[in-house]
Structures are given as C-alpha cells and as structure tokens.
C-alpha cells in the first residue's frame, strides 16, 4: 500500500511499527537506489528519497511497541497457528533474552524485545520473557531450529527465575532433528547450511560475536547499532526458518508436544 504523500505524526508512527523508516535506511545502506527500494516497499521514489531525508536521521529515537512486518492473508484461517520463532540472548552463563522475532503462518513477522519491554535496567528482561511467554501461548504448533535444547529452556529458565510459569504445553517441532539421521543427509545441520541446500528465498545474515557483546552496553552509539542489526538477524531467521520449513515438511509424519 502505498503511503500518503504528506505525513501526518500519526502516520510517522504508523511507519515505525510497520518498520518502515528503518528498511529504507537499511536497504539504502546495502547500496540499493531509491527507485529500486519504492519498488520493494511498494511506493513511489519520492516518496522513498523524502521518507529517508525527513525521518533518517531520527532512527535511533524511534520507539516501538512491536516491530511488525506484515502479509495478511485473504480471506478467513481456520488451520492450525504456527510460530516460527527464534530468539537472541547473551553468551554468558546466566542468559539473558535480547529478543525473539516469530514469523507466523503467513509470513507476518512480529518482535519483541529489551526496546519494546524495558526492565527496570538495560538487561532486565522480565517484562520482556513474560510478553514472549504471551505471545507464544497464541499458537497451536511452535517451529523452531534447535529450540527444544535451546529457545524454549532458556524461555522457561527466564520465566522460572522472574515468578513465572513455565510453557511448551504446545505442539513443538524442533526442524533441526528433521536434517540429520535418518531423515536426511545435506551435510551440517545448521540452518545457514540447509537453507543454502534448498536455495530458499530468504537468507541468513552473517554476524560478528562481537555484537553481541557491544549490544550489552546500550547507552553507547555502537551498542544501539549492535542491537538493532541483531534484531535484524534474529527477523531475517524466523523468515528462513519458515522457508526450510516448507521444503521440509514432507518428512514430518507426527507432532508432538
């Protein structure tokens, strides 16, 4: 849809949460002209060039409820909810949840984090495992890439250790278990690797360790930067994961819980 030509406040907002502004910026960033960002967005390029000169410098302030990237579906769903989901934490020992992003059956992309639910401290999570606690409660069957020894401890591990109750009551299908042993044989099975096998549209996007790192100290410049690239990831991951997925699926004869 494309965007009116004069913006109101509340359409600047509107472009936030859609997540907009930012895609502008990080497609300009990636070397792409203006007229080939309107055409991925879906506006004119003057609209993209005036969106970037107006409200790019302002990227840093603008805040989020939810980072919503969104492909509605026609007409009414009556199948199973599935979440492809995929979070990003710290490395150390005791972790902490940066954010988790899940794609949903029809590729809208919803995220939460420590920007869209602040703690009481920069690496508060609290208010934020409780919301992905929520959010994940919405689905019938949760899809992720080794998230029965990963995300989903680690979730319920956070959800413990604020007073929460633990979740996963769910369908859950971990596809890493799907790329290995008897199911089938694409080298390692990491998602990078299989979504390279399958040549899928989407792809994942290389990170440096150091990131996360530097997203832990949030009041620098660098820090902010860290974060926003790794929410950028951990998006860019669930939209791959859904891609596996549907490659994948024929090899999937039962769910469990």
Known sequence: MALPWR??????????????????????????????IAAQLDITKDQAQKLYKRYGSLLPEIQEQTRTIESTPKGDYAGFR???????????????????????????????????????TWMDDSKLVRAISDELSQYDILVGWNSKMFDLPIINARLLETGGK???????????????????KAGRRSLENISK?????????????????????????????????????????VLVLRDVFAKMKPLINSIHR
């Open 7 to 36: 913006l109101s406040p509340i359409w600047e907002k509107r472009m936030a949460n859609d997540g907009a502004i930012e895609r502008i910026a990080a497609l300009k960033e990636k070397g792409l002209s203006f007229q080939e």
């Open 82 to 120: 599935i979440a492809f989901y995929d979070l990003e934490t710290t490395y150390s020992s005791w972790t902490t949840i940066f954010c988790m992003s899940v794609a949903d059956e029809h590729g809208n992309v919803k995220t939460l984090s420590l920007e869209t639910h602040r703690g009481k």
């Open 166 to 184: 633990p979740i996963g009551n769910q369908m859950h299908i971990d596809l890493m278990w799907y790329a290995t042993g008897r199911h089938m």
């Open 197 to 237: 096998y399958f040549r899928t549209n989407n792809s994942k996007t290389p990170l440096d360790v150091r990131l996360w790192q530097e997203a832990e100290r949030r009041h620098t410049k660098e820090g902010k930067q860290a974060f926003r690239t790794i929410v950028e990831h951990c998006e860019a991951d």
